[in-house]
């Protein structure tokens, strides 16, 4: 089992440039989710997916984008890249159980952005 | 709405002193309570966990008891090792499609 892959580790951007943060897990969960990581601020949710086709906001949506084609993948995408999203990105995936306690969740090693 | 609040950082301890994070929480119903620690370059781990009232969730040496009369989750240990020495975060879910972290506790143990 890899767990909670993400590629990259590392990205410097330019301002206005997009790429595509890759997540995958090989444990089958159906939830997973992107959050960022600020100083001070903790980990804040970006959006989360309860399952193949299902994608929701979090906290701190505006500027990024997200699918779900297949459980075990979940990109999440910045269109047009700006300072403000200089942060550290982690993946994180869960067993989901609609109406009952969370279960915990597993992490990705993160990707550490840099928007110039 | 649901929320943690943590004690503020960083900590600095000599290495075998008490360990206390304070967590409380805000909750409608009945949250599952984890601490997550996450070193240095790393993503976060799950240290240990409690899914119901009086419920004591403990891993090497840590140890927190699910209080929901005073909506608490402290984390504690009672020697720390400078291994220890890491970001400690306090989390809870209700229904398991969203996730409330505190800010995060910053731990420092020296020899």
């Known amino acids: 089992n890899a767990g909670v892959t993400q590629t990259p580790k590392f990205q410097v951007l330019k301002t206005g440039q997009s790429m595509t943060l890759q997540c995958a897990q090989d444990?089958?969960?159906?939830?997973m989710s992107w959050y960022r990581q600020d100083p001070g601020m903790g980990l804040r949710l970006i959006h989360y997916?309860?399952?193949?086709?299902?994608?929701d906001q979090g906290e701190v949506p505006n500027g990024y984008n997200v699918s779900r084609s297949t459980t075990e993948d979940f990109p999440l995408r910045l269109l047009s890249a700006a300072p403000s999203q200089t942060s550290v990105y982690f993946c994180?995936?869960?067993?989901?159980?609609?109406?009952?306690?969370?279960?915990?969740?597993?992490f990705g090693p993160g990707t550490r952005l840099t928007v110039t | 709405g649901n929320s943690v609040t943590q004690m503020e950082g960083p900590v600095t301890l000599s290495e075998e002193a008490f360990l206390t994070i304070n967590c409380t929480y805000t909750?409608?119903?009945?949250?599952?309570l984890f601490w997550y620690v996450q070193y240095p370059g790393e993503g976060l781990q799950l240290l240990l966990k409690?899914?119901?009232?009086?419920d004591k969730g403990s891993n090497k040496g840590f140890e927190a008891t699910y209080r929901k009369e005073t909506t608490s989750f402290h984390l504690e240990k009672g020697s720390v090792q400078v291994s220890d020495s890491a970001v400690y975060f306090c989390?809870?879910?209700?229904?398991?499609?969203?996730?409330?972290f505190g800010t995060g506790t910053s731990l420092t143990v020296i020899p």
């Open positions: 994180a995936s869960s067993l989901f159980v609609p109406g009952q306690g969370g279960e915990e969740q597993y």
């Open positions: 444990m089958n969960h159906e939830y």
């Open positions: 997916s309860v399952g193949a086709g299902i994608t």
């Open positions: 909750a409608t119903g009945y949250p599952s």
């Open positions: 409690a899914t119901k009232a009086d």
């Open positions: 989390a809870l879910t209700n229904t398991g499609n969203q996730f409330y």
